[in-house]
């Protein structure tokens, strides 16, 4: 049965000076005109996968149940490489099995998963280069019209689906400090970490910070405006991983960190 409102969200690396974001939505609209389609990003990092994992898997409770997602951050487009849907508890995610959906995987219930193969659920030809029109579009649309995600293909075990390993944070004292690392930059400049906002009770709040490799301590605060203009504070971001950020700054740009650089938590008062 065609869902009555049917959404499909798109997320990319494709970025919006290129026509591909919107050849993609052209497709959409050829198979489901009836499809809402609202844009995640296409501003994620060229071939990150583990920026786009992130961003897809942080993203995804905040949308409905029965959307279905497009993704397309895949540097092994026209390779051996299997194009999947995987079928959680409340959504569909159409993309590349390379690692995108590991963050999707580590935080929802996984139903099914099905191999992208049926050439009916594809366009006539394929390129070796942009599956992102000629078989992600197409999927999320023919599933947007109701479409069984078993009729994209055979099954697929889970488990066996690429998986990329995530930044662990550890301790090596206890929990008196945590050891762990940048993860990506977002358009601001800021820096988004490894380290969960769950690490710090709110006593540690008051004097935590992060020490940089060059020895330098940033400062934990609850948000931009607790600081001067042009000052360093560490935060909760809205993902629920500490972020660095400058006021009205760029964090990126100006304290020569980077995404994969090592940082370490820690409760000022035991400096």
């Known amino acids: 049965m065609k869902p009555s409102n049917p959404l499909i969200v798109l997320m990319t690396d494709f970025g919006l000076q290129d026509p591909y974001v919107g050849v993609m939505k052209g497709i959409i609209t050829g198979i489901s005109a009836s499809a809402g389609i609202i844009d995640l990003t296409h501003g994620i990092d060229a071939q990150n996968i583990l920026q786009g994992s992130l961003q897809l898997g942080l993203s995804a409770p905040f949308f409905p149940d029965g959307t279905i997602f497009a993704a397309v951050v895949d540097p092994g487009v026209g390779t051996k490489r299997k194009a999947v849907a995987l079928v959680t508890e409340k959504q569909t995610f159409v993309a590349p099995d390379n690692g995108l959906l590991s963050y999707v995987m580590k935080t929802q219930r996984i139903e099914a998963c099905f191999a992208i193969t049926n050439p009916s659920c594809m366009l006539p030809v ?29 099954a697929v075990n889970p488990e066996q689906c690429v998986q990329i390993p995530f930044p662990e944070n550890s301790t090596p004292d206890g929990g008196i400090s945590w050891k762990g690392e940048i993860l990506y930059a977002d358009v601001y400049g800021n820096l988004v970490t490894s380290f969960t906002a769950d690490l710090l009770g709110e006593e540690k709040e008051k004097t935590a910070a992060i020490r940089m490799k ?39 740009q100006s304290l020569g960190l980077k995404p994969g650089d090592k940082l370490t938590l820690q409760n000022a008062i035991d400096i």
């Open 126 to 154: 394929q390129s070796a280069t942009f599956h992102g029109r000629d078989v992600f579009a197409p999927a999320a649309a023919h599933l947007a019209n109701g479409l069984d995600p078993a009729a994209l293909g055979n």
């Open 214 to 252: 060059s020895g330098m301590f940033l400062p934990f605060h609850r948000t931009y405006g607790d600081v001067d203009e042009g000052e360093v504070l560490v935060y909760r971001g809205s993902s629920g991983f500490l972020e660095i950020a400058i006021r009205n700054g760029n964090a990126l």
